[in-house]
DNA sequence: ATACTTGCAAATGATTTGCCAGTGT
DNA sequence: ACACTGGCAAATCATTTGCAAGTAT
């Protein structure tokens, strides 16, 4: 498939909340893969793995970068984790107990910014009519100029 | 930038104009760089640098992959050319004459597809009211379910 | 003539894979 | 015990950079 495939969303409130997600699918609770759940709660936002494999630069214990990866994809899989792409770089990683959140990049200063759901809801509710399809704004951010920069700009 | 940051886009109409905006830069007409909108007019869609610089499967002139990148770069310099990222893989660069094209994309089938601006026209003003922003779908592709994979799942 | 370009090799950034040793259950 | 994981090296994919040789103007 192109883009991540739809996956049943499972938000989970706290890590403990994660680490029981993660052991009811017969998954192993190893200090790697609680390291990146760690650094994802306590991340607050989008990180990359770069990010998290650095203890999210020194604030917490550092770990493989391979691991980083193998773990958040392990997470995607079971529905609690799921990434998306602000522009050229490396992927950003969230839980999906920050649910449903989607973002918006400003194409003139950068600035990426998460919205609630309902925010985009009747975008959405135009897009359904226009085309028929159910939109996800979750794998990639609308991207145009935030007000900003629309006003000092043509 | 994060993302792609906003160009006068230049629509231009065949390849003798495509030709004309490059000299009126004063970049030098080249046969790399002739080849390169050679490719981008003969493929009526979407591309990536690798299908140009195989002259899209052996159906043109086969030219170096590097000089295809940094000619698609310098041509989006100029306006001419533009480029957006439909899921992991390559990016896609499409001729701006194929004059604002917005893309949907199926993240169960994986299939895309693009709408004139206008089928996006509603979204783009709920979205500006909800929001502030002026969006462009240009750089990615707007993500959710097509119709027929809405219908055959959850 | 000479600055802009090419083409090839090598570097870079992001992510994945192979493989064998380590460890949860 | 034994399958699931971790860690490290090496591979892969997309794209960029360095540089000497080539060529539009």
Partial sequence: MTVSPDRPAVAVDDLHAAEEAVREQGLRLTS???LVLQALFAARGPVSAEEIASGLNGRLTASDLTSVYRNLETLEG????RHFHAGHGPGRYVLEGDREREYLACEVCGRVEAVPPETLDPARKAIAS???YAVRFAHFPIVGRCDDCAVHSG
């Fill in 78 to 81: 079971v529905g609690i984790v």
């Fill in 32 to 34: 790697a893969r609680r």
């Fill in 130 to 132: 226009a085309t028929g």
